[in-house]
């Protein structure tokens, strides 16, 4: 089993209020410090019913959103290829040329950083615009 190392270091903005200071911790300024260990088998497997619960879940809320986004093989085993490469991070993001949600597929190497050098993708072709309507998650 991986475990997930989180460390967390704080800088502080001191605020005068009356005559108290407050240390509040300044996050964004230290979002980036987080250390934690990736390995290549990272995440884990889940059975269809605990996916089609997820589908399922994700398809309430936003029914008439994208389902799911499908990338041709070489995309990812070019990404996954690279050298120090020890997995893939997928960002949200939107396309606002589209109007419409894509994501951003990046390697991340054993250090958790992304290997924003290499090969990054999206360009995924979406589901309703191309769907499995015969797989229980489209189902779900």
Known sequence: MVMLLRVYTYKFTYLQVFSQKLAIPNFAENFNTIKMEFSKSLGEAISLEQAMTYVKAHNARFPKGVKAFAFG????????????????????????????????????????????????????????????????????
């Open 73 to 140: 093989a070489e995309h990812v085993q070019d990404v996954l290829n690279q050298e120090g490469c020890a997995g893939i991070r997928i960002y949200n993001g939107y396309n606002e040329e589209e109007d419409c949600p894509n994501i951003v597929v990046v390697g991340v190497d054993a250090n958790g950083k992304d290997m924003t050098d290499g090969k990054i993708f999206d360009r995924g072709i979406r589901c309703p615009d191309m769907c499995d309507i015969t797989s229980p998650l489209f189902q779900g």
